[in-house]
């Protein structure tokens, strides 16, 4: 007699478990995100790096980022000096959304977000959505060229 009462037992939390389990499931189903890869790891640092040393205001260490193949150079270093040199207090940040690989290229498109006080004391902000694109040379990357909102100035 025990043991019949132990098995109906038994069987009744192991039905109440599959019930409410699959009755759980649907809530607690997340998308998976995939892992990164390194190639992601690699782009995300590298992005890290331009948001740290773009906030020091010196041009010539942020175009040491800067391909010597990106087009139209000359004038965005003219352009990114001119902005240092009549802004103050830079604050960059961007959001990836998604790194892409092709060949010696590495895709990044992100969103952005930037505060700046500019000479008269008036702070701004603004924000965009952009492609970087980064070429590969070695063990470095190297800013190519920018799609959709520029960033930087």
């Known amino acids: 007699m025990f043991f019949r009462k132990a098995v109906i037992l038994a069987c009744f939390t192991v039905a109440c478990c599959v ?15 995939p ?11 590298f992005v890290t790096s331009i948001e740290e040393i773009y906030e020091t205001g010196r041009d010539y260490y942020f175009m040491s980022l800067v391909d010597a193949d990106f087009e139209d150079r000359i004038t965005f270093n003219t352009n990114l000096t001119d902005y240092y040199n009549s802004h103050s207090n830079l604050s960059l940040y961007f959001v990836v959304d998604s790194v892409t690989t092709d060949k010696d290229k590495i895709n990044v498109r992100l969103h952005w977000f930037r505060k700046a006080l500019d000479s008269s004391g008036s702070f701004s ?5 952009s492609q970087l694109v980064f070429k590969s040379r070695g063990s470095t990357l190297s800013l190519l060229y920018i799609r959709g909102d520029n960033p930087f100035f």
């Open 125 to 129: 902000k603004a924000t965009g959505s």
């Open 19 to 33: 019930f409410f389990g699959m009755a759980a499931a649907p809530s607690q189903a997340k998308a998976k995100e």
């Open 35 to 45: 892992p990164a890869t390194a190639a992601d790891i690699r782009a995300e640092s």
